[in-house]
Every structure is written in structure tokens, then in C-alpha cells.
């Protein structure tokens, strides 16, 4: 059983990996286009989404998982689609 859980941590993080590079593409992005009015809670947004990923990784590292989980939750409630949806 902890090899699963193990698996899907290892899972999780490729994931969060892939949508910490894609929001700061975004984040790059938003910030050069010169945009008036500028997207503060966008930006706002993708910030506090790569703190949480920060968040969970640091906890992963240090075998906190139920820390680490809650900062899962925050990530989805916040928008961030990481595990697939239970049917």
C-alpha cells in the first residue's frame, strides 16, 4: 500500500511541476504585454497558486503528507485540477 501512495505522490508532483511551468508562462506573459487595465487578480491568483505548489512540495520533502494534502486542497479549491474526478 505505501508504494501506491508513494506512486501517486510522485504522480501529483509531475503534475504540479507541469502547471507551475505553465502559470509562470502566464504570469510572464501577463506582466509583458503592457496591458491596460493590468490584470492584478489574475496575477494575484497565479501567485498565490505556485505558493501553494511551493507549499506542497516542501511538505512532500519533509514526509509531511497530511500537511502536504491540505495543500492540495487549498490548490483545488482555489481552481487548480490536479487528481482526475471520482466517479
Known amino acids: 500500500m505505501f508504494k501506491i501512495l508513494t506512486m501517486d505522490v510522485f504522480e501529483i508532483l509531475a503534475k504540479l511541476e507541469q502547471k507551475e511551468a505553465s502559470i509562470g508562462e502566464k504570469l510572464h506573459k501577463l506582466t509583458t504585454a503592457n496591458l491596460n487595465p493590468f490584470p492584478m487578480e489574475r496575477i494575484k491568483k497565479g501567485k498565490l497558486l505556485l505558493k501553494l505548489i511551493y507549499e506542497f512540495k516542501k511538505h512532500v520533502e ?20 490536479v487528481l482526475p474526478e471520482s466517479k
Open 62 to 81: 519533509a514526509d509531511e503528507f497530511i500537511l502536504a494534502g491540505m495543500k492540495l486542497r487549498d490548490l483545488e479549491m482555489e481552481g487548480l485540477r
